[in-house]
């Protein structure tokens, strides 16, 4: 059973930093796609950043220059450092894992959350 489990998230003030990691167990083949997604009060869920099985990377025009995803295939976890945080970054942030760049109905595996605060 596959299963995801995100870490790292809190409270900050703008201009900070965080890392989010997620890790993956109960994968039983090779490499595969990792996405991270938020969702903040009364929005819709949005990708932030994604990284597929050869380590190309895509971000959302909102978090480039200032997020940056990385997996390590070997411990099976997933990062995002987020830095120069905005009151905008605040939101639940989910990890997912086996799908399509942004495409959140193509993830088979999600985490719970892990809930990112930005505020003075």
């Known amino acids: 059973q596959v299963q995801l489990a995100e870490s790292g998230g809190g409270s900050v003030e703008p201009g900070g930093s965080l890392r989010l990691s997620c890790v993956v167990s109960?994968?039983?083949?090779?490499?595969?796609?990792m996405g991270w997604f938020r969702q903040a009060p009364g929005k819709e869920r949005e990708g932030v950043a994604a990284?597929?099985?050869?380590?190309?990377?895509s971000y959302a025009d909102s978090v480039k220059g200032r997020f940056t995803i990385s997996k390590d295939n070997a411990k099976n976890i997933g990062y995002l450092q987020m830095n120069s945080l905005k009151p905008e970054d605040t939101a639940m942030y989910y990890c997912?894992?086996?799908?399509?760049?942004?495409?959140?109905?193509?993830?088979?595996?999600w985490g719970q959350g892990t809930q990112v605060t930005v505020s003075s």
């Open positions: 990284i597929d099985d050869e380590s190309s990377t």
């Open positions: 109960g994968f039983t083949y090779g490499s595969y796609c």
């Open positions: 997912a894992a086996d799908g399509v760049g942004f495409v959140e109905y193509s993830y088979n595996y």
